[in-house]
């Protein structure tokens, strides 16, 4: 344990209740326990204190006390983290769940968007105007980590990363200063929130640009998953215009009501169509898909781009062992590969997830922001479930059996998917010049590595 001893919780809990407005709570209190959860079923941490702040001011006091005390800090935002950075054992946990406020200037396509605030809300919100901003596929998971981590879902080819309709942002830093940040106020931090992670302070609201999304084109697409359909689809992925992004997950069947009964459990290509362009001009772009091979289900149709995030089962905790990495093509081998690779496990769940980038992404300057894969072409993710300690070992040399097995020349990693990955990896997602610059700016604004629950880049020493 790196966080405060033991004796000092008291204290800790006292002098966050002194200076803050928002709620404190402690093991004491009867909503501890549904407070200190997170969406990963194997954290079970027991954090000294859970500060539900209400307000930068609040931040600031957090830090204050965390940085004076020596307690380890956690961030949480929605809480989605895989290792649980969002929680501690003992020490302070900073919650920003109720900074979810947001106020759109639809004429001007711009939102202040508080940190706390969930996808799904956003994009609810927004979608009131038929304005979004691209987030990822999961709609609980928190706007604060998945912007400051680059942010790649369902908009990522017509309209970028998150981060690229990022305009400003307000900061807590280590020292304590509330900072509002964009392209000429403190650039270099402004460069470095864009894919660097929690590294350098608590970023409280987001200015972001909203796009139109009122002729929306979207849903699920189901396929038989074969070797020539998995390749044919990222074929047609890739030519498709960038009003079309897609993520193609090759996975078993799960029992849902509107499949067959003889298709659950069987290799299907479970795939998010979303396409961000003239309704009129959707089928065109979904017909190279259809054409594949006879789809199992086709639930893709004009609605709401909120619609695209589902309610989700709030109990629902999943345990699962994943990697990340970026290929540069799919070609018939190595969709036997995956194929063979999916159907050889026995676990319940497990999928190779494909997401074709290009377009928006690849428009912008790897310099021009600390995510410097712009050129990487598809994102893989590799996960299965696992049921209890005992099974994981088995189900982790899996997946890393199928990602030895899937890498070619591009050894780059997204950040907000690593796991347990270590340093090299990490290193892996800021390559070369990323990295040093990041570095320096952890230097510049957190020396001492407060925030440090986090995929880490230590401070450079000057």
């Not at 290509?269 to 979904?286: E, I, N, Q, Y």
Request: charged share 20%; with cysteine; proline share 6%.
């Amino acid at each position: 344990m790196t966080s405060a001893p033991a004796h000092s919780i008291d204290f800790l809990a006292r002098k966050l209740r002194d200076s803050t407005r928002g709620h404190v709570v402690t093991a004491e209190d009867p909503e501890y326990d549904g407070m200190r959860r997170v969406f990963v079923g194997d954290v079970d941490r027991r954090p000294g204190a859970i500060a539900r702040v209400a307000d930068a001011d609040d931040v600031r006091q957090v830090i204050a006390v965390a940085r004076d005390s020596g307690a380890e800090l956690a961030v949480r935002s929605g809480g989605h983290s895989s290792l649980g950075h969002g929680t501690t054992d003992g020490g302070i946990v900073l919650d920003l769940r109720d900074l979810d406020g947001i106020e759109i200037d639809a004429a001007g396509r711009t939102a202040w968007a508080g940190a706390g605030m969930t996808a799904a809300a956003y994009t609810g919100a927004a979608g009131e105007h038929g304005l979004a901003t691209g987030f990822g596929d999961t709609g609980s998971v928190g706007i604060g980590g998945i912007t400051l981590g680059g942010g790649v879902g369902f908009l990522v080819r017509k309209h970028g990363l998150t981060i690229d309709s990022l305009l400003a942002a307000e900061i807590v830093t280590a020292d304590g200063r509330i900072r509002t940040i964009d392209d000429d106020h403190d650039p270099d931090l402004f460069w470095a929130i864009r894919g660097g992670g929690g590294n350098f302070g608590v970023a409280t609201r987001f200015l972001f640009r909203l796009h139109p999304v009122d002729e929306f084109v979207g849903g699920l697409l189901l396929l038989p998953a074969t070797p020539e359909v998995v390749a044919g689809f990222i074929a047609a992925a890739e030519a498709a215009p960038d009003e079309l992004s897609t993520i193609a997950n090759v996975m078993p069947a799960p029992p849902m009501p509107f499949l067959p009964p003889e298709w659950h459990g069987r290799l299907v290509v479970m795939a998010f169509m979303a396409f961000a362009g003239r309704a009129a001009d959707a089928d065109g772009a979904l017909a190279p898909f259809r054409a594949l091979e006879g789809p199992v289900a086709d639930l893709v149709r004009r609605m709401p781009y909120a619609e695209m995030y589902p309610p989700e089962d709030e109990s629902y905790r999943p345990t699962a062992v994943a990697r990340t990495m970026f290929i540069d093509r799919v070609d018939g081998a190595l969709a036997n590969t995956i194929v063979e690779r999916l159907e050889a496990s026995d676990a319940a769940m497990r999928a190779v997830q494909l997401r074709v980038l290009g377009g928006a992404v690849a428009r912008v300057s790897p310099e021009a922001t600390a995510y410097a894969h712009r050129q990487s072409r598809i994102m893989v993710n590799v996960a299965t479930f696992y049921e209890g300690p005992e099974d994981r070992p088995g189900r982790a040399g899996w997946v890393e059996d199928v990602c030895t097995a899937l890498h070619q020349s591009d050894d780059g990693a997204y950040v907000n998917f690593l796991a347990d990955d270590g340093p090299q990896r990490i290193h892996a997602a800021y390559p070369g010049a990323t990295w040093e610059r990041l570095a320096a700016a952890k230097g510049r604004y957190d020396p001492g590595n407060l925030f440090r629950l986090n995929q880490n880049i230590a401070p450079a020493v000057s």
